[in-house]
């Protein structure tokens, strides 16, 4: 199984943080996306259309573009 996640480790994290999701991934990991987004201070969300949790390598372009995106605001 997974490590637990320690929630004020979590909140204690202030960098910019990317949460990502593919709009096709298990609803799993969109839960886990949505806690973290509730606990972290300092987040920008966004999913990316037609991707699985693959989303590098199901729709490469929408990835790329809103990492670099996100990177380019936080440099």
């Known amino acids: 199984g997974f490590a637990s996640l320690d929630e004020d480790q979590i909140r204690s994290i202030r960098i910019p943080t990317l949460l990502v999701n593919g709009q096709?991934?298990?609803g799993l990991?969109?839960?886990l996306t949505d806690?973290?987004?509730e606990?972290?201070?300092n987040t920008e969300r966004i999913e990316i259309g037609k991707a699985s949790h693959a989303?590098?390598?199901d729709n490469v372009t929408d990835f790329n573009q809103a990492v670099l995106s996100f990177l380019l605001k936080h440099k």
């Open 24 to 26: 096709l991934s298990i």
């Open 29 to 31: 990991f969109h839960c």
């Open 35 to 37: 806690r973290l987004e």
């Open 39 to 41: 606990l972290l201070p």
């Open 55 to 57: 989303m590098h390598m």
